[in-house]
C-alpha cells in the first residue's frame, strides 16, 4: 500500500511538473528571447542623426533597426540647415532604413508672414521624404513674444500651421518639459541620469529655476494643445514628459486618442517603477499596446562628444554604446531576464511582453503612424 502511495504520488509529481513545463515552454514561445534580438524588425522612432557618416546606418542595419531621426532646434546641436542636409543625404542613401522628422524655426512668431513661411518650409521638406514635424521644449521654455512673455504650445499663433498638418495627415512629435525630477532636489530625483544631468548643467534645472513656468503649468498648456486639435496625431516624445508614472501616463492616453508616445530617454523611469510595481507597469504595456513607440535618443556624432542626449551613457565608440542600449532595452522589454541598470542602482527584471506586443511597440506603431504602409524592406 504504502508503495502504491508514493508510487501514485510520483506519478502526480511527475503530472505536476508535465504541466508545468508545458506551461513554461508555452510563455516561451509567446516571448521572445535575448538571442530574438537582431532577427526581429525593429525601429527606433526617436534618435538624432548629426553626421552625414553612415556609422549609425551601419549598426541599425546589423541590429535590424528601421530609425527615425528627428531634426530639432536645439542650440547644441547643428544648424537647422545642416541637419535638414544630413537627413536628406541619408535618406537617399539607404530609405529603406533612414527616415527623418523635420522642423521649424520660431524665428518671426506672430509677424504677419510667419505661418506662410512656416507652412512653406514644412512643405518643402515633407516633399524631400519627412514623415513627421518635430516642436521642442523651447516652446514654453525659452521662446518669448514681443511683450516678452514665454510662448506656450496652445498659443494661437500656432494654428495655422497645425491644421495645415492636420489637413495633410502629418504627425507632430512633441517635447514639452523635462523629466519632473528636473523640478525636484538632487536627492529627491529618482534616477542617476537625470541627477547627474542636472547637477550638471544647472542652466537647465528647473528647481534652481523658479521664475521658470512649473511643471504643471507646462503640462496643462501641453493638453489644452492636444484637445485644440484633434485631428492631429500627436507624438508626445519622451513618454509625453508623464514619465514618472504609468497611471498619470494612462490618464492622457484615455483622455486624448489622438495621441500616443515614445519612450526615448526615460527607460529608466520605467525601471524604476517597474522594480516595486512590476505587474502595474506590465499591464500598461500590455493595455495601451498601440498606443506606444519604441525610441532611445541615441545621438550620433554632437558638437561635443561628452554632451551626447542624456541617454544613453558617453563611453566607447557610438556604435558600441548604440548597440549595447538598444540590447539592454529588449532584454527588459522583451524577455524576463535581470539586468542591473546603474542608474537606479538596482537589479530589474525583464517585462517578457508578448511577442505581438514587442511587434507593436518595437515596428508596427511605428510604421502606421508615420505613414510607412509599404511592406517592410526585410522579411519576419
Given amino acids: 500500500m504504502l508503495k502504491f502511495i508514493r508510487e501514485g504520488l510520483i506519478c502526480l509529481i511527475a503530472g505536476v511538473a508535465g504541466v508545468a513545463g508545458a506551461a513554461g515552454s508555452a510563455q516561451a514561445a509567446s516571448t521572445y528571447t535575448a538571442d530574438d534580438f537582431a532577427r526581429v524588425p525593429k525601429f527606433d522612432a526617436h534618435v538624432h542623426a548629426n553626421s552625414d557618416d553612415r556609422v549609425f546606418l551601419d549598426v541599425a542595419v546589423k541590429d535590424g533597426f528601421e530609425i527615425m531621426s528627428i531634426n530639432v532646434d536645439y542650440p547644441d546641436f547643428p544648424k537647422l540647415e545642416t541637419q535638414a542636409d544630413i537627413a536628406h543625404k541619408l535618406a537617399a542613401a539607404d530609405p529603406a532604413h533612414f527616415h527623418f522628422a523635420t522642423t521649424f524655426s520660431m524665428i518671426g512668431f506672430g509677424g504677419a508672414d510667419w505661418t506662410a513661411n512656416t507652412v512653406a518650409h514644412l512643405d518643402s521638406e515633407l516633399a524631400r521624404g519627412a514623415l513627421a514635424v518635430k516642436v521642442w521644449k523651447n516652446i514654453g521654455m525659452v521662446e518669448k513674444n514681443a511683450q516678452g512673455q514665454l510662448i506656450m504650445l496652445d498659443d494661437p499663433g500656432f494654428d495655422g500651421v497645425m491644421k495645415h498638418l492636420e489637413e495633410r495627415g502629418i504627425p507632430l512629435i512633441a517635447h514639452q518639459a523635462e523629466p519632473k525630477n528636473c523640478w525636484l532636489p538632487l536627492d529627491a530625483m529618482t534616477t542617476e541620469n537625470d541627477r547627474s544631468y542636472f547637477r550638471d548643467h544647472p542652466e537647465y534645472y528647473m528647481y534652481l529655476h523658479p521664475e521658470q513656468p512649473s511643471y504643471e503649468s ?16 500627436f507624438v508626445g516624445a519622451h513618454m509625453a514628459s508623464l514619465e514618472w508614472s504609468v497611471d498619470r501616463l494612462a490618464r492622457f492616453l484615455d483622455a486624448y486618442p489622438n495621441a500616443s508616445i515614445d519612450l526615448a530617454a526615460r527607460m529608466t523611469q520605467v525601471q524604476y517603477q517597474s522594480k516595486t510595481q ?16 519604441y525610441g532611445t535618443d541615441l545621438t550620433a556624432e554632437p558638437p561635443d562628444a561628452t554632451e ?73
Fill in 308 to 380: 551626447r542626449a542624456q541617454n544613453p551613457p558617453t563611453k566607447g565608440a557610438f556604435s558600441t554604446e548604440a548597440d549595447t542600449f538598444w540590447r539592454s532595452d529588449w532584454v527588459y522589454l522583451a524577455t524576463s531576464g535581470r539586468q542591473n541598470i546603474e542608474a537606479i542602482k538596482a537589479g530589474v527584471k525583464g517585462l517578457a511582453l508578448p511577442k505581438k506586443v514587442i511587434d507593436k511597440v518595437y515596428y508596427a506603431n511605428a510604421r502606421r503612424v508615420f505613414g510607412l504602409t509599404s511592406s517592410p524592406p526585410y522579411p519576419r
Fill in 278 to 293: 512590476y505587474a502595474k507597469v506590465r499591464r500598461f504595456f500590455v493595455h495601451y499596446q498601440d498606443r506606444i513607440l
Fill in 218 to 233: 507646462l503640462m496643462d498648456a501641453r493638453d489644452r494643445f492636444v484637445a485644440r486639435h484633434p485631428q492631429l496625431h
